[in-house]
């Protein structure tokens, strides 16, 4: 009898404790302006649990009575609110720039404190050795709590699990083991990892031993495992028009770079150099080109000014904007989800977000529409067949049930989705796969060169390609771009609710229709007139000048109502620059210009191809030599190029501050009635102070 009054005690006291959670919500603002503050985070104290503010500043949280919610931001005074009987909570934040800088200078100092330590120097540690995580600076807990209870479950770390010579031990203790010590590193997957160790290893494990005999040493497989990846930058340097004068390349209209870049300044990371791509950050924006007005699928745009940030250049504005269809004139679509439920995806900036990001797109789907839903983990497998676009409870409960857990079989569930889609093709249809991942394939065809084969096979079947990427720490976006770039597709990156309302409600017809397949653009500089050019960004979608009328070739695709903005910094003839370097004269070959053609800069050229067409159109266009006032979009454009190459530590931005990029925002802000300019110039402030 005393036992059945204790359980029942047990079990009152637990639903007591769980019926006192409720949902929290409010809004952020500044308390400087009263303005709202994006990507604000709200976390419950002692816990992992967080969300982040949206674009209005509004956050959503399940918290319980006597709670701790704290805020941070960038640049902004912490805050802690007691959860208590209301369920509306709004703060204001103060700004404080001084604590900032504390922080950013405890952390170096903390590194600079261990090297005083005797020996400890000379006795590199796996923090020491480890790239892309410095000592000293987390944004994960560093203590693993192994009891039962609510909080406990609902806050498990994101990290994985460290063992040492067979005993779990913490972050802490990890990064403090001496390399030379090490005898055997191992990486166990999730599903592996779960298998051995129960559901803390479901993140994967990092295995290490110290005794026995020595044999596999790797210390590359634990960065791989617990660093994001980025295909590597090469800035573009100038070029002399008379030994090059073409510059060839693919137009890019992803635009996962810059939502990437905002969440690491947002947290307060440092951004990787190989993260920033120019052109995806200045075709994260909207401009203000003007609609096709003939049968092309595209309007061409173009614009010459001083440079802001060095008055003896000349900076050029190529521009596309494609044709802008309403939703209900696009053809009927047949999408396949193809979702990651791996161990890695685990996560609620991961699986929880991507099903919420979902469910915008599916309420904008029409009856004529039809989706399918593969997912993959250690296998892949169907679990919703074609379904009417108008059934939308079905779709969206499909959705709900998914859960993560295991290995990440990408290769498998890349070939069943295409199967899929391929077996419900729409002629005449948008045919497409949607991917959303955090990128972190370990079963199966894996590697970058596998998953490029495997997806350059399957675009020949007609259907295009989306990919989403989800989530940080383990984010693959070298692999994400590969698969975008070589399926006929599109990659955005979703760190929030924002973005997701970005992607599918404001781009929905860009995201998953296209309209013109492998643009290319090829620009002939006049030598006459220009000396030297420099393509800023594109560096990974160069092209060798014969490709351009290479119908085999791949390039980028363009969707409904999709802009384009590349710039060029150019030296006119005459003007001394140390960015020139003087070349051995040619003795086989004569360089001859032209008298002709003295009121032309450059001619432009774009080859594109009809979604289901094999042969390419050509469009021409011939640019003056007129220098004109810069626009208010050319002024924003320059903004975002010029925090590009700080982010890059360019050698060509002629020593321009962060004073330069918000004044030349600020001048260019416009019309900015979604008011993602504003968030770009707050961004930029913010970064300031990093």
Known sequence: MKLVLNLSFILFTSLLLNAQEKQIYGIVTSDSDGLPLPGVSVI??????????????????????????????????????????????????????????????????????????KNNWSKPTLSSTLSGRAAGVSTKSKSRNYGIGRKNVMSVSSEPLYVLDGRPISEEKFRSIKTDKLKHVEILNSLQGKTVYGYEGSKGVIVLRTKGPRNNVNFDIINDFLNESYVQIHENAFKRSTLAPLSTFSIDVDKAAYSNIRRMINNGQEVPRNAVKIEEMLNYFSYD?????????FAIHTEVVQTPWHNKTQLVRIGLQG??????????????????????????????????????????????????????????????????????????EALERLQAGGSTAGGQGIKLAYELAEQ???????????????????????????????IEKKRESGVFLSVLGFGYGNYKDSKLEMLADKGNGNYSYIDNMQEAQKVFGKEFGGTLYTIAKDVKIQVEFNPKKVQAYRLIGYENRLLADEDFIDDTKDAGELGSGHTVTALYEVIPVGVSSHYLKNSSNLKYTKNEITNNYTDELFTVKFRYKKPDGDKSIEMVHVQDTKISIASEDMNFASAVALIGMNLLQSQYDNGASMKDVIRLAKQGRGNDDDGYRAEFIRLVESYRYL
């Open 44 to 117: 419950i104290e002692g816990t992992s649990i967080s969300v982040q503010t949206n674009f209005d500043g509004y956050y959503k949280i399940r918290a319980s009575v006597g709670d701790v919610l704290v805020y941070t931001f960038v640049g902004i005074r912490r805050q802690k609110v007691k959860v208590g009987n209301t369920v509306e909570i709004n703060v204001a934040l103060k700004e404080d720039l001084a604590a900032l800088e504390t922080v950013v200078i405890s952390a170096y100092s903390g590194a600079s404190n261990s090297s005083r330590v």
């Open 289 to 297: 080109y003007s609609q096709p007005r003939n049968t092309h699928p």
């Open 323 to 396: 044709k802008t269809y309403d939703n209900d004139k696009l053809p009927a679509s047949n999408l396949t989800f193809l979702i990651d439920v791996s161990g890695s995806m685990d996560a609620t900036n991961k699986l929880h977000l991507l099903k919420k990001s979902f469910k915008l797109l599916v309420n904008q789907l029409r009856e004529k529409d039809r989706v399918s839903i593969v997912v993959y983990a250690g296998a892949a497998g169907v679990v919703l067949t074609p379904t009417s676009g108008d059934k939308k409870e079905i779709i969206l």
């Open 424 to 454: 419900n093709f729409k002629k005449d249809g948008n045919n497409r796969v949607i991917l959303a991942t955090d990128g972190d394939f370990n079963v199966g065809a894996s590697s970058d060169s596998d998953m490029q084969t495997l």
